[in-house]
């Protein structure tokens, strides 16, 4: 089975300063996908970045990046230049492409820009 | 636009009293799951299917039942809801298969309370 960690359940960060969220998983899959997804007061679940396992090239989009590190099954998600926008719960997630596409969410890390 | 609309987006009922979720999407995606968030355990996939006619269960199926009789619809049926199942639920929806480059597609959640 699979699982995945967030080991900072709340962090907070000035605005326009850089902050990295952590996450680990567990599998023995060689073959699967790594999300970030984001979750404002508004609840809703929006894909912020994506990550293939077999690709070694870290994704970026605009401000979010991720560093992922296949053999120490680690994937931290960093936004720069951190906007009051970007208060949000964050969620790791890993899914095995095949049969049940099912997503493994981490618990979260409620992140909360200061203006 | 493309979307994924579940219904009600809030309810409160009593123990017991039937309730059923509508999920519906209009990009005629294959594969449709549904998700519950709780505080501290993240999101855990509770059915799943991945096409007409073929469901599936997730992690925490207990106390729930879906059907898919049409691509586009996935209700989730609560036939008698208990106060454990209060939470936030969510509806996913993808191409599937090989279509796995597009994302998940989610609903912008129902957030159920049983007294």
């Known amino acids: 089975a699979q699982t995945v960690t967030q080991s900072q359940p709340e962090m907070s960060v000035q605005e326009a300063e850089t902050v990295t969220l952590s996450c680990t998983y567990d599998?023995?899959?060689?073959?699967?996908?790594l999300f970030w997804y984001k979750q404002p007061p508004s609840r809703q679940m929006i894909l912020v970045i994506r990550q293939e396992a077999y690709k070694q090239q870290n994704a970026t989009e605009n401000r979010f990046s991720v560093n992922f590190q296949k053999a120490a099954k680690s994937f931290s998600l960093k936004i720069s230049d951190s906007q009051l926008g970007d208060t949000a719960m964050y969620f790791c997630?890993?899914?095995?492409?095949?049969?049940?596409?099912?997503?493994?969410f981490g618990t979260g890390t409620r992140l909360t820009i200061i203006p | 636009e493309a979307q994924v609309t579940q219904n009600p987006r809030y309810l409160i009922t009593v123990t017991g009293k039937k309730l059923t979720v509508t999920c519906s999407q209009n990009m005629n995606h294959e594969y449709m799951s549904w998700y519950r968030q709780d505080p501290g355990l993240g999101l855990r996939q509770i059915y799943y299917s991945m096409n007409v006619e073929v469901t599936d269960k997730g992690d925490v199926p207990e106390g729930y039942k879906v059907s898919r009789k049409e691509k586009r619809n996935f209700p989730l049926i609560l036939e008698s809801p208990s106060p454990n199942q209060t939470s936030l639920y969510f509806c996913?929806?993808?191409?599937?298969?090989?279509?796995?480059?597009?994302?998940?597609?989610f609903g912008d959640g129902t957030r159920l309370s049983i007294l």
């Open positions: 997630a890993f899914l095995i492409h095949f049969g049940n596409e099912k997503l493994t």
């Open positions: 599998t023995s899959e060689s073959n699967y996908y």
């Open positions: 996913a929806s993808s191409l599937g298969g090989q279509g796995f480059n597009q994302p998940q597609h």
